[in-house]
């Protein structure tokens, strides 16, 4: 029985699954919305309806630190409401340690007791846009460590201004709302996100390089592709997969199609083994031997031991049939 439709691969959900508050998922298939991999320990994060794992939770949406903007991990410092790695808790002026010290605040930086005269100079050239140099108020984008006013920034998919809730992937800025887009849509042959150009196909979604031919994985570059069993091959690899290659040029069959022995000869292919004599003819006799024909000369010429076993062997079909 079905359970509906998977939210990763758009297939139906039977048997067992994971089930969420709004979708539902083959266990394969719930995986991080940013590395893809399996949840490890079944632990998972939910942010706006997507799943992380603790790595890129942390990532994504962890304490940063106020002084450096990189990820805490491990012990820290809160103040000013603010986490702070502990070697970075310092004086924005002199630089000295405050770890376990009295400090004093001054525009959300904090400051030791001993710089009076210089807590009284005003500090905003040190809260400066890395972009214009002016100085920062209002929404802030932080970026690979480093604070602008968003409006420098646009989005990558949409090409729209973008505000202090822009998320970066591989290395570029994306509007939240073309983010969520982004890591819903990925890709089934290399389940990444999908940016640019994609092939839909078989109910599925594809980088143009990742739609590939099921037995030889050579992309289709816009050649046809045929179905079977669910998956996409080329003509050549189809026809092998249902029996249909000629197994003495292993191309296609063409022409006057012989269907023999469970599978298909080119007419001027389907010959003795032996001596190569043109079998196609309806009046002509041949012999199975070793799933090859032969003409009743040639196989008769075989050593008789080998006749035996495959008489035997016709016997045995016999009797299951």
């Keep these: 029985m079905s359970h509906g439709v998977c939210r990763l691969c758009k297939e139906q959900v039977i048997g067992s699954h994971i089930s969420t508050t709004l979708h539902k998922y083959h266990k394969d298939c719930f995986v991080c919305n940013h590395c893809l991999q399996p949840f490890e320990q079944n632990l998972?994060?939910?942010?706006?309806?997507?799943?992380?794992?603790?790595?890129d939770y942390n990532l994504l949406y962890g304490a940063r630190c106020g002084r450096c903007c990189e990820l805490i991990t491990g012990k820290c410092i809160s103040a000013l409401d603010n986490k702070w790695h502990l070697e970075h808790f310092t004086c924005d002026d002199c630089g000295r340690s405050l770890v376990g010290a009295s400090f004093i605040r001054k525009n959300d930086k904090p400051y030791c007791k001993s710089c009076p005269a210089k807590q009284a100079k005003p500090q905003e050239e040190k809260n400066l846009c890395q972009q214009c140099q002016k100085p920062l108020s209002g929404e802030v984008l932080t970026f690979k460590g480093l604070k602008y006013h968003p409006y420098h920034y646009h989005c990558k998919m949409c090409k729209k201004e973008l505000d202090q809730r822009a998320k970066e992937y591989d290395g570029d800025l994306y509007c939240l709302e073309d983010y969520q887009k982004l890591m819903s849509q990925t890709c089934f042959g290399c389940r990444r996100p999908i940016t640019g150009r994609s092939i839909s196909a078989l109910g599925k979604i594809y980088h143009p390089d990742h739609f590939v031919c099921f037995k030889c994985e050579l992309p289709f570059h816009g050649n046809p592709y045929?179905?079977?069993?669910?998956?996409?091959?080329?003509?050549?690899?189809?026809?092998?997969?249902?029996?249909?290659?000629?197994?003495?040029?292993?191309?296609?069959?063409?022409?006057?199609?012989i269907s023999a022995l469970a599978s298909k000869y080119c007419g001027n292919h389907f010959m003795?083994?032996?001596?190569?004599?043109?079998?196609?003819?309806?009046?002509?006799?041949?012999?199975?031997?070793?799933?090859?024909?032969?003409?009743?000369?040639?196989?008769?010429?075989?050593?008789?031991?080998?006749k035996t076993h495959v008489r035997k062997y016709r016997e045995m079909e016999k009797k299951l049939l």
């Design 44 to 55: 998972f994060f939910e942010i706006e309806g997507l799943y992380f794992c603790e790595k």
């Design 226 to 257: 045929y179905e079977y069993k669910g998956k996409p091959y080329d003509e050549l690899h189809y026809k092998e997969a249902i029996g249909a290659l000629c197994p003495y040029c292993w191309q296609p069959a063409t022409g006057v199609v």
């Design 272 to 306: 003795c083994m032996g001596c190569f004599t043109n079998l196609s003819d309806e009046k002509s006799e041949f012999v199975d031997w070793d799933n090859k024909p032969f003409c009743r000369g040639c196989f008769d010429r075989l050593p008789s031991e080998t």
